[in-house]
């Protein structure tokens, strides 16, 4: 059985900073592409930051410059480290995991932590 399992977020101050990770279970992790995405109240899901099985990482441009996602194989677990975070921030944030086998894009998803940024 696959399992995303994401970290709790939280409440953070505008200006704040949070550290969300996601530990991977039931697939071979260091083959997959990880992501983070994120969806507001009322928006569609929208890709965050992602990490291939080689490290390469990209960005959505609103995060550019304040986020870093970063994985770890031996212990199964991808990172978002969010920076001088933003009111516009607010989201509920989900963990992604995805290869193609085949052709076919197989893709798994995390339950979702909301991250709230207000003061």
């Known amino acids: 059985q696959v399992q995303l399992v994401e970290s709790e977020g939280g409440l953070v101050q505008p200006g704040g900073s949070l550290r969300l990770a996601c530990e991977a279970s039931g697939i071979s992790f260091s083959i997959y592409t990880m992501g983070w995405y994120r969806q507001a109240p009322g928006k569609q899901r929208d890709l965050v930051a992602g990490?291939?099985?080689?490290?390469?990482?990209n960005y959505a441009d609103s995060v550019k410059g304040r986020f870093t996602i970063s994985r770890d194989n031996a212990k199964n677990t991808v990172y978002l480290e969010m920076n001088s975070l933003k009111p516009e921030d607010t989201a509920v944030y989900y963990c992604?995991?995805?290869?193609?086998?085949?052709?076919?894009?197989?893709?798994?998803w995390g339950q979702g932590t909301q991250v709230t940024v207000s003061s």
């Open positions: 990490i291939t099985s080689s490290g390469s990482t």
């Open positions: 992604n995991a995805q290869k193609v086998l085949f052709g076919t894009s197989i893709r798994y």
